[in-house]
């Protein structure tokens, strides 16, 4: 499959991002383990935390979705990488009676033989978002689901395919279920620009996403708190200074408690803790959860 190659060009410390070739290189070193999709310069530990505080949101958000399938309930993650998503899912069905029928795209082919060891009933599916045709599962499923997929995707034409691809699946009526660095508040550094030192991710106002996705026959339902700065960097503030103290937290603890295993194990309650807190207070949020509903 023929791939868009260069992506994001940092000319200031000539780096070229390439998207295929990162997410080959972090799935053939990591094998399955979260630092493979989440930090990879980070302990494995503190991988697990920040999971774990998506993971909250997510069950949660599910709970408020009125999901009712007499049949089979056709699910499709873009971008499954280690799999972790897949047995929420499956236990969220599993506990509403709904018959799951789940369809696995991604990238890479170890990524996708790892999750097919682990559910042989998943149907797997090798495919590029930056150049997949958009209609080939065009209203095929009832849920799509992308986790921390689309912003890395820094090229503009690339984003665009995915995004509309993602969309294009979902057949009406039925639900697409974005997890991404949103930009809302006033102040952000990262709007349109990388967000990490490798250029591999791009922070997007929420805007940016309305936009395609209304002309694409969508209506946002609802925005939710995924992690927080805490937990996964800090991408805005209502200020400048607001930014940099959380920024000035988030370095504190990649270079210690974060980047050790034993320390991020120790210290999991505490930071979970902490993390539901600045949810729960509605500033502060990192990733988010949007969403939104293809109209009939």
């Known amino acids: 499959m023929h791939s868009q190659k260069t992506d994001m060009i940092d000319k200031k410390n000539n780096k070229t991002y390439l998207n295929e070739d990162y997410w080959l290189r972090l799935h053939a070193n990591f094998k399955g383990k979260l630092q493979s999709v989440g930090w990879p310069g980070l302990s494995e530990e503190f991988n697990k935390i920040k999971y774990e505080s998506e993971l909250n949101s997510f069950l949660s958000i599910l709970s408020q979705l009125d999901i009712q399938k007499e049949d089979t309930l056709k699910i499709l993650e873009v971008g499954v990488g280690t799999g972790f998503w897949i047995a929420a899912v499956q236990e969220f069905c599993s506990q509403h009676e709904l018959i799951p029928e789940l369809t696995a795209a991604d990238i890479s082919l170890d990524a996708l033989d790892f999750v097919v060891s682990r559910y ?11 150049c997949v ?3 080939k599962f065009a209203q095929k499923f009832d849920i799509v689901l992308s986790v921390m997929v689309l912003l890395h995707l820094t090229n503009p034409e690339s984003f665009n395919n995915g995004l509309r691809f993602s969309a294009t699946s979902v057949r009406d009526g039925g639900l697409l279920v974005l997890y991404e660095p949103a930009i809302v508040n006033s102040y952000s550094p990262w709007s349109d620009r990388p967000i990490s030192s490798e250029n591999n991710s791009l922070g997007r106002h929420l805007t940016e996403f309305d936009k395609i996705l209304s ?11 995924g992690a927080s700065w805490l937990t996964n960097s800090p991408i805005e503030a209502h200020t400048y200074i607001g930014f940099k103290i959380r920024k000035f937290f988030w370095k504190i603890l990649t270079k210690t408690i974060y980047s050790s295993d034993l320390l991020s194990s120790f210290s999991r309650r505490i930071i979970l803790k902490l993390d539901a807190l600045i949810k729960q207070s509605g500033n502060g949020c990192s990733g988010k959860f949007l969403i939104y509903k293809k109209c009939y």
Request: proline share 12%; no cysteine; hydrophobic share 50%.
């Open 215 to 225: 002309k694409q026959g969508f209506e946002r339902l609802a925005i939710f708190p």
């Open 120 to 130: 042989p009933n998943l149907i797997a599916e090798h495919l590029d978002l930056a």
């Open 133 to 135: 045709p958009v209609d």
